[in-house]
């Protein structure tokens, strides 16, 4: 069973630029959440989706910062005309069909921003 | 406010030694969920171990256990014996899914250099 796929693993763009960053969960879990790890600190939640809905963005910048989960395909998260501050590893991580448990949300790889 | 503190920045422990990650949490919901993530140098988020905060018992997985101390509000990982791979960042997370809240909230994490 693959684990979570993010790509690309690195992504370096110029300022102004957009990035698009793409995650596939893992096989049968529905929901999906990203999150952003600044150097030398912690993970911090962005936007959690599950198909085709945006559940919880309390996370993400008000501007420039989209993110979808279609129907089908991975899920994106996109910046738009992104800008120095916005490099760091932005990791996804699904989780199965809430049960009224507490999933265990597994990561993907992480894809490395650069922004020169 | 700070709702996952690890105090230990840095931390260095001899080759097969047992090793205790602090964690302190603070929360009001009855109902949550406490995470150990490891991170090595490679950058991926490997998940650890996992404690419901209504579990009678400390979890365990192989060499890992979480000490669990509700009336701290505490959770640090113990880890036995610990191996040369061992080495990388430890973030402790919580999830307060009765708040409505999915999200993993991380605290600063803990470098974990194991010496031969």
């Known amino acids: 069973n693959a684990g979570v796929m993010q790509n690309p693993r690195h992504l370096v763009r110029r300022r102004g630029q957009e990035a698009r960053l793409r995650c596939s969960p893992m096989?049968?879990?529905?929901?999906v959440y990203w999150y952003r790890q600044l150097p030398e600190e912690g993970l911090k939640f962005m936007v959690y989706?599950?198909?085709?809905?945006?559940?919880?963005e309390s996370g993400m910048p008000k501007e420039r910062f989209s993110a979808e989960f279609p129907k089908e395909g991975p899920s994106i998260l996109r910046i738009q005309q992104v800008v120095r501050g916005d490099s760091a590893a932005y990791f996804c991580?699904?989780?199965?069909?809430?049960?009224?448990?507490?999933?265990?949300?597994?990561f993907g790889p992480g894809t490395r921003l650069t922004v020169l | 406010a700070q709702k996952i503190t690890q105090t230990q920045p840095g931390m260095f422990v001899q080759e097969k030694e047992a090793v205790t990650l602090d964690c302190t949490y603070d929360?009001?919901?009855?109902?949550?969920?406490l995470f150990w993530y490891k991170q090595p140098s490679s950058g991926e988020m490997i998940f650890l171990i996992y404690?419901?905060?209504?579990?009678?018992q400390n979890a365990t997985e192989g060499r890992y256990s979480l000490n669990f101390q509700k009336a701290r509000k505490s959770a640090n990982l113990v880890i036995s014996a610990s191996q040369l791979g061992d080495s990388a960042m430890y973030f402790c997370?919580?999830?307060?899914?009765?708040?409505?809240?999915?999200?993993?909230?991380f605290g600063q994490g803990t470098r974990l250099t194991i010496n031969p």
């Open positions: 991580a699904s989780s199965p069909q809430k049960t009224g448990g507490m999933d265990t949300q597994y």
């Open positions: 096989k049968g879990h529905s929901h």
């Open positions: 989706l599950q198909k085709e809905n945006i559940i919880d």
């Open positions: 929360t009001s919901d009855p109902s949550y969920g």
């Open positions: 404690q419901g905060s209504y579990d009678q």
């Open positions: 997370a919580m999830r307060e899914p009765f708040q409505g809240a999915q999200k993993l909230v």
